[in-house]
């Protein structure tokens, strides 16, 4: 590849486009210190487009000399003739060997390939031989990750939404999508708590033959989420409660009512009623805990007068 290293005003590098920029980082006060004190050691590389020039590697390193009110910068000056995969290729080389690139990143450089390879598997070997390995099978996959909204990307990006998440959400409306993001971002929810959350919303939309955003965006969530008094756990251990009741009237029910008739048996720390799963089997189960003969006979004592006891037949009723 043929290059030239030139002196070029900064004002004749085009800011706004950002064609071959893979780096997802947007941070740059870590180059401003570097520059500052040791100067620029890894030059950007440029292509002269018409009357300006366009970046091919380095879109950091010219923020930061923009922020250092710099006038020029020392770059690689591409030939202009050079052809777009070797203008590609540079820009993911460049990146890929500076750091492992992130999901975002390989999505870029993908998308950016696809353009000269349409077969995966020449798209996969092509990827690994510059410095950035992607199986075949996962490039559609990914491929289009970097369309996603900001929103959401920057999610992945800080690990509060997984890929999987992000590919059902991409699935909705931007309205709804959106709702999710914010949710989801505000309590820093773990990947089941997610799908939990989704499901059940997804449920009570059908159950109630309304639309999902008009309850992620419900009064009744928004109270939740606003409540200063209360913690991340909190919020979302009470958005659980309330999407549960909300999908399961009748099982809340039948768990508020064996709960009021269970405190009432005053079973003590030695014994546990156990109710069937979602109360859909009629069998119940009575779990002991004793160390000793003593604390046999003592759970006896509390196991006679409970066979006749009016709260244990009204649960077993």
Same mark, same amino acid.
């Given at each position: 590849m043929c290059f030239k290293e030139r002196i070029v005003k900064l004002s004749e590098i085009d800011p706004s486009d950002h064609s071959f920029r893979i780096t997802t980082q947007e941070t740059v006060d870590d180059l401003m210190d570097s520059i500052r004190h040791v100067g620029l050691l890894n030059l950007p590389v440029l292509l002269k487009k018409k009357s300006r020039y366009i970046v091919l590697c380095g879109f950091r390193r010219i923020e930061a000399c923009r922020r250092l009110d710099r006038l020029e910068v020392k770059a690689r000056i591409l030939d202009s003739d050079t052809k777009k995969l070797e203008c590609a290729r540079y820009a993911i080389t460049d990146n890929a060997f500076q750091r492992p690139l992130n999901l975002i990143e390989k999505s870029r450089s993908i998308r950016m390939l696809s353009n000269f390879f349409t077969d995966n598997r020449r798209l996969s070997k092509e990827m690994s031989l510059l410095g950035v390995p992607c199986h075949e099978s996962v490039?559609?996959?990914?491929?289009?990750?970097?369309? @996603?909204?900001?929103?959401?990307?920057?999610?992945?990006?800080?690990?509060?939404?997984?890929?999987?998440?992000?590919?059902?959400?991409?699935?909705?409306?931007?309205?709804?999508?959106?709702?999710?993001?914010?949710?989801?971002?505000?309590?820093?929810?773990? @990947?089941?708590?997610?799908?939990?959350i989704v499901t059940l919303i997804k449920e009570i939309a059908l159950r109630e033959d309304i639309p999902m955003a008009q309850i992620i965006t419900g009064q009744d969530l928004k109270r939740i989420l606003d409540h200063e008094n209360l913690d991340k756990n909190q919020k979302t251990r009470k958005i659980r409660t309330y999407l549960k009741q909300r999908r399961f009237p009748a099982l809340t029910r039948a768990e508020q009512v064996f709960e009021e008739h269970r405190q009432n048996l005053k079973l003590g720390t030695g014994i546990q009623l156990i109710p069937p799963d979602n109360f859909e089997s009629p069998t119940y189960f009575l779990k002991f805990s004793f160390k000793d003969l003593n604390d046999l006979k003592d759970l006896k004592k509390i196991f006679d007068p409970l066979i006749e006891n009016p709260s244990l037949k009204k649960i077993l009723r």
């Open positions: 490039i559609t996959t990914i491929k289009d990750i970097c369309c @996603f909204s900001e929103p959401l990307q920057n999610s992945m990006l800080s690990e509060r939404i997984s890929l999987t998440m992000a590919l059902e959400l991409r699935k909705m409306s931007k309205d709804l999508e959106a709702g999710f993001v914010n949710l989801f971002n505000l309590l820093n929810l773990s @990947f089941n708590k997610q799908r939990e």
